[in-house]
């Protein structure tokens, strides 16, 4: 027997994640994988999560596998209050399955069809697949190394019942780009935002991640009514908790919690009673100071060996203040789609960075990840890269 299904026309726009198809690909034996955006295992404090386990089951055990509320954790959602750069409400906080949710709640209470929704230019493309069934206009904002243009923001903006939605940002250590939006850009994107009636979406879950020296203060703590703000332990802890978090304005929050309450009913409260046990004692002071310094080791010996292995390609890069990304730029007439199986035949992976464009994606960009291979691997990898470069400008 045969069933013919009629899917929604939000299903015919859902499209697969190409970073997880090319995740597929680095299962190959041998490939030395710098595209995938997980953090490095060697940062996960097993130890202290054994710990907190035991700790929550022995404190209690039938509370911890029961249902929860919505919210999330009550101590959990006070540790983020007491944790973020400004005075925030704890009944503020929502907690969700991973930021990526976070993402999705977003969209299901502010986006109808052919609403006007900005992003940066490029952006995470996880935003993309979020919005995407949500049937939104999504419209890029021009952007430098600096972030998004304050005019073209302004420019993009919209009127009316035409008035974007939301803005779509990443200040810190941006994916895929690894970039950071400077102060005086912070401080006129929230100053013009708020001219404008645009509430500003803040994305951070790599902010924690700086090299030398902290970024500058969040979006959303000089105006916290005009902005919701997300953020992730996966990065700081460990994705496979799934735990992320919503900070929202009153106004907003209650339309969020329903969203989520259908979405899911709640985050899994064994997983965010372990978080907020982890989390006593100030442990994250102590234990993120150990990721910035592998992941500043590792950036710098993938900045080392692009400088060596790229003499003379025409090859552009930046140099990140922190995160897990940085962005390359291909000689003229050189696609990094086109590049990847070259590079792939070569034991070497990396995202093209077409991906990563809502409008006019940009054939010649790539990302790469430098946290989770090792200095010797990075070196091996970027001369990899080189050759397979080298070999596509001879074509």
Sequence with gaps: MTTNWTLARRAEKMNPSVIREILKVTEKPGIISLAGGLPSPK??????????????LAQDGPGALQYAASEGY?????????????????????ITTGSQQALDLVAKILIDENSR??????????????????????VSVASDDEGVLIDDFKAKAGTGAG????????PNFQNP????????????LVQAAAELGVPLLEDNP?????????????LTARNPEGCIYMG????????????????????????????????????????????????????????????RALYKQQCEAMLAALAKEMQGLSVQ??????????????????????????????????VPGAAFYATEADPRTLRLSFVTSTVEQIATGIAALADAIRNAKKG
């Design 163 to 170: 008035k974007a939605r939301f803005l779509y940002v990443l």
């Design 117 to 138: 929704v900005l992003v940066e230019t490029p952006t995470y493309l996880g935003a993309l697949q979020a919005f995407t069934p949500m049937e939104p206009a999504v």
């Design 232 to 291: 992730s332990f996966s990065k700081v802890l460990a994705p496979g908790l799934r735990l992320g978090f919503v900070v929202a304005p009153k106004a907003i929050f209650p339309k969020l919690l329903q969203a989520k309450q259908a979405a899911d009913l709640h985050t899994p409260g064994f997983n965010q009673r372990m978080v907020a046990e982890v989390m006593k004692g100030g442990f994250l002071d102590r234990h993120v100071p150990t990721i």
């Design 177 to 188: 780009t690894g970039r950071t939006m400077s102060e005086a850009r912070r401080a006129a």
């Design 317 to 350: 890069w930046n140099r990140p203040d922190g995160g897990m990304f940085l962005w390359l730029r291909l000689p003229e007439g050189v696609s990094a789609i086109d590049l990847l199986p070259q590079a792939v035949e070569r034991n070497v992976a990396f």
């Design 43 to 56: 940062t996960f404090p097993v130890a202290d999560f054994a710990g907190a386990c035991a700790a929550v």
């Design 206 to 218: 790599y902010g924690d991640l700086w090299f030398d020296n902290p970024p500058p203060l969040p």
């Design 74 to 94: 009550g101590p959990l959602r006070q540790a983020i209050a007491d944790f973020l750069p400004w005075d925030v409400d704890a009944e503020q906080v929502l």
